[in-house]
């Protein structure tokens, strides 16, 4: 009955989001969750929030959660823009920043949220190839543009570019928006938000999801000079004034401030990638660096749609792209637990045997 349907909806591609199975008793590596659980102190914030007060509409502005955020990161409450996911602060960053005349620029290998973003607003965009060693290089995203935007570290490479190189893209292209999606930025990156104060046109966009263990609540924020947040807060307020609820901003706002228990959680998914990435090489993977809760990794003589198969069967889940096909080879596997690698790493070792 799709003649019912707008025609915007006729035309759109959605996003897949990694599957979340539900068969019980997976090693579950696709969709770069964290492996342990979040603070003891979000879990006490939000059943103290499931209360009476849960009939009355939250916070429109999540003002204490944005300011625990600016604190955090020695910026104005002004400079800072919250909602649902980073995934609702990106398609607001869309329509509010990167819709313009010219096309806006993104690499070929990516988060491919980013087109549908574009399908779904009528951005137009261009794909700007990566190297052959899968680095972006700032010096192809200087002609003229929309808006540039990009994860650091890239997904689903993993690999990092270096703070300078960003001030370089900023210094060479002053008349469109930036957007740094830092997704992993915490597992061992540099973060752009240093470089809010000194550049009108950037954008650095971050998530609970991964680092705090937060996916299920849905928060994510952004970065940027006051001009930036206006715009964002724009379209906010033209589609859901209240895009965090009672449970998310209080969650949310523990564990911004249990920063110690957020350190000892980067901590021990860093050194398990060590960990991993290593023992892949080992036994004849080619793993890409990263400072991601992720590695990309593929085998010179198996299939990577081939591998994701065989560790299925196994009940080992991890994630593989079949486009572009430069990416088909790899594999992209979760940092999970001591257990859930060890679990990994002897599948992979029956099915290349070795
Ligand atoms: C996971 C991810 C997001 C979305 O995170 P949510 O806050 O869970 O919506 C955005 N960008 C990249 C590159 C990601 O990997």
New binding site residues.
Partial sequence: MSRYWSAVVHDLTPYVPGEQPKLANLVKLNT?ENPYGPSPRVLDAVRAEAADTLRLYPDPGSDRLCAAIAALHGVAAEQVFVGN???EV?AHAFLALLKHEWPILFPDIS?SFYPVYCGLYEIAYRQIPLTESFEIRVGDYLSPNGGVIF?NPN?PTGRLLALPEIECLLDGNPDSVVVI?E??IDFGGESAVGLVARYPQLLVTR?L??SHAL?GLRV?YAIGQAHLIEALKRVKDSFNSYPLDRLAQAGALASIEDHAYFESLCARVMASRTRLASAMAEIGFEVLPSTANFIFARHPSHDGAELAASLRERRIIVRHFKNPARIAPFLRITVGTDAQIDALLAALKAIVNC
């Fill in positions: 770069n996911g980073s995934d990106l988060y994860p997904a999606d997704a992993y998530t999801s991964k996916a994510g």
